[in-house]
């Protein structure tokens, strides 16, 4: 069983910065997908970035490119995401997904939940004005 645990929330101020980290255990395959999703109680869960592990392709959704970077952690296998600026509306809990079929995430997208396979219990973000 595949298990996902996102750690790095909180709250933070309005243009400040924030790291959220996903550590995965019980992986059965070797390269996966791994992507980042964020939701609130009004809105749909939104992909906002991926990457595949096997070639290090990386997608951004147009909402937060140039302010996210993602990347993968050679020694843990963590993956984490790097959100700088932060504005208000970037108010949200962040999942964590991952897929065994690492070629779903593409430089150009898109990134639908229901690719995704794997999600862990998010990570509450919240920026304040």
């Known amino acids: 069983q595949v298990q996902l645990v996102e750690s790095g929330g909180g709250l933070v101020q309005s243009g400040e910065s924030l790291t959220l980290s996903c550590a995965a255990r019980e992986f059965v395959s070797e390269y996966y997908s791994i992507g980042w999703f964020r939701q609130s109680p009004k809105t749909e869960r939104e992909g906002i970035s991926c990457?595949?592990?096997?070639?290090?392709?990386?997608y951004f959704a147009s909402s937060v490119k140039d302010r996210l970077t993602i990347s993968r952690d050679n020694v843990t296998g963590a993956v984490v995401l790097q959100m700088n600026g932060l504005r208000v509306e970037d108010t949200d809990v962040y999942f964590c997904?991952?897929?065994?079929?690492?070629?779903?995430?593409?430089?150009?997208?898109?990134?639908?939940?229901?690719?995704?396979?794997?999600w862990g219990q998010g990570t509450q973000v919240t920026v304040s004005g």
């Open positions: 990457i595949n592990t096997l070639y290090g392709e990386k």
């Open positions: 997904a991952a897929d065994p079929q690492f070629y779903i995430c593409k430089e150009d997208g898109p990134m639908p939940r229901f690719w995704y396979d794997h």
